[in-house]
T-cell receptor
Framework: KNQVEQSPQSLIILEGKNCTLQ??????????LRWYKQDTGRGPVSLTI?????NTKSNGRYTATLDADTKQSSLHITASQLSDSASYIC????????????FGKGTTLSVSS | NAGVMQNPRHLVRRRGQEARLRCSPM?????VYWYRQLPEEGLKFMVY????????ESGMPKERFSAEFPKEGPSILRIQQVVRGDSAAYFC????????????FGSGTRLTVV
């Protein structure tokens, strides 16, 4: 069964600290993986997209890694800011068609001052 | 480019009423996808439409739910005879090619059934 599991479910960190969010998937055949940020009351916004051949991709203070062998991905946030408080969702595509997207439940990050 | 526009942002309906949710895709996008997000749950695919055609409705409940994407105007997700369990956030996404690249979400419609 195609599944995407994220951990931790929630996380609280102090402003300025780093954190790492985890994503394990069993989606097959794998096409690509994307991390989304979803602010409360808003739609998800794409942070990074990674294909099978990519190991690391950065977008500002966000760095995503992908290990296609172990089917794991991580999202590392450096020097966290209050505005990073949101839900971070891992989404895996099993094919190019949009209907094959598998969403994780997300990690809720709270950054406090 | 205003992005994917959904309205209304919030919708309250009494049990048994009809709910109509609208989604205007990004300019140039002809592929529309609807998702439902229950509290504490991940987004779940409902239906995929391309202008005037339903491509995949495998995630849509067989009863009370329908979707359309007419040649002119926004895509509509229609829920008839709503029940409390329909309370959720409904998100629409659009793309230009039907592929994952360029996938853009709207801000969603929060439906509350009282």
């Amino acid at each position: 069964k195609n599944q995407v599991e994220q951990s931790p479910q929630s996380l609280i960190i102090l402003e300025g600290k780093n954190c790492t969010l985890q994503c394990n998937y069993t989606v097959s055949p794998f096409s690509n993986l994307r991390w989304y940020k979803q602010d409360t009351g808003r739609g998800p916004v794409s942070l990074t997209i990674m294909t099978f051949s990519e190991n690391t991709k950065s977008n500002g203070r966000y760095t995503a890694t992908l290990d296609a062998d172990t089917k794991q991905s991580s999202l590392h946030i450096t020097a966290s800011q209050l505005s990073d408080s949101a839900s971070y969702i891992c989404v895996v595509s099993a094919a190019q068609a949009g209907t094959a997207l598998i969403f994780g439940k997300g990690t809720t990050l709270s950054v406090s001052s | 480019n205003a992005g994917v526009m959904q309205n209304p942002r919030h919708l309250v309906r009494r049990r048994g009423q009809e709910a109509r949710l609208r989604c205007s895709p990004m300019k140039g996008h002809s592929h529309v996808y609807w998702y439902r997000q229950l509290p504490e749950e991940g987004l779940k695919f409902m239906v995929y439409l391309q202008k005037e055609n339903i491509i995949d409705e495998s995630g849509m409940p067989k009863e009370r739910f329908s979707a359309e994407f007419p040649k002119e105007g926004p895509s509509i997700l229609r829920i008839q005879q709503v029940v409390r369990g329909d309370s959720a956030a409904y998100f629409c996404a659009s793309s230009s090619t039907g592929a994952f690249d360029g996938y853009t979400f709207g801000s969603g419609t929060r439906l509350t059934v009282v």
